[in-house]
């Protein structure tokens, strides 16, 4: 969308809504509208793409590298690979695969790390009593 660039004298610019959403940097997204009805979302569960990108992050931060230098060796874009360490974008076994070969860790060991924290979250979740968590996928006792 291009800018509409300067404005001349006597020209006015579209009205804007006074009821529209406005943008929240930190949401990434608009913020929805005010209802007296709305109801907080809570999750009880993190998703595993958000786990997958802590533990790379760590893992290259702890290496002391960029994000350029890893996606360069990855052969992967540096903003895709931002999104994954955000946990943005799902990532593709092919693209974990290279990623943790540019961090020179095994998949193997990401995916262990990841399978720990969730099991830990999943514990805590179920001393605090939150059964939905751990009882929540069918055929799971809790």
């Known amino acids: 969308m291009r800018s509409p660039g300067p404005v001349s004298p006597g ?3 579209p009205a804007v809504r006074r009821d529209a959403p406005r943008y ?6 608009p913020l929805p509208y005010a209802s007296a ?5 809570v999750r009880t569960t993190p998703l ?3 786990q ?3 533990v790379l992050r760590e893992r290259r931060q702890e290496q002391a590298r960029t994000l350029r230098e890893v996606s360069a060796a990855a052969r992967v874009s540096l903003g895709y690979l931002s999104e994954v360490e955000r ?4 990532a593709s076994s092919e693209l974990l695969g290279a990623i943790c070969g540019a961090l020179g860790v095994p998949l193997s060991w990401v995916l262990r790390e990841v399978s720990d924290r969730l099991a830990m979250d999943e514990s805590l979740a179920g001393s ?8 929540g996928v069918a ?4």
């Open 11 to 13: 020209t006015r610019r």
């Open 24 to 29: 929240d940097p930190a949401r990434r997204g």
């Open 37 to 41: 009805t709305a109801q907080p979302r």
């Open 48 to 50: 595993l793409r958000h």
């Open 52 to 54: 997958i990108g802590d």
């Open 87 to 90: 946990g943005q974008k799902e």
């Open 128 to 135: 605090r009593g939150d059964v939905a968590t751990v009882a």
């Open 139 to 142: 055929g799971v006792a809790a």
